[in-house]
């Protein structure tokens, strides 16, 4: 009994742990392909190497990271195919829980906080936290259909997202362009138009996409 506690315990410090370098991941932190130290995330996180490596496995599993043997574990690097797969999903997830939305839904106010954080990143030309900002308001897109489920399961789709984004050196043409979509989706729900607001998301997914394969397509070509 007091072996299976400690397992259980174990277990799930190894989750926080893997939310957290996965919250790390959707925050730019770490760059596809790089090599994930073993010394500095225990460091930096505050637990032990056993603890790191059965979040590295949960990690592993979502495909975030891989392991070499013989060299450790690395960042993952997105194919065209998982881009492609992303986007899907995006639009499947993010598309229905607007459009069965209320604009008075209480993860409006999350949705204009990310945008006006945005702007405000925007003006010290801090890109990344642009970048971050941006996922936050899908985010909580996401959180309007109301399952705790879900939302987790975005969490992963967006540290997947943001690794397709390393792609791209040129953060200012990724991130910037966006910021007013998300703010022009967003006015455009809380006028009560739902069905306009998910066709400017629509949209938004598409024009994305093409913009991180061509990226992808790019560093592909010798």
Known sequence: MKNQALEDRRESLGDSVAAGI??????GAFTPGQRLSEVALCERLGVSRNTLRE??????????VTHQPHRGVFVTSPDAASIVEIYRLRRFIECRALSDAWPSHPAVREMRAAVNEAYAHIEQQDWLAVGTANMAFHGAIVALADSARLNGFFRQILAELRLAFGLMSDKEWLHAPYVDMNQQVLETFEAGDTKAAVALLEQYLAQSERVVLAAWERQATP
């Open 55 to 64: 979040a590295f496995r949960t990690l592993a599993h979502e495909g975030l």
């Open 22 to 27: 996965r919250r790390l991941l959707v925050e």
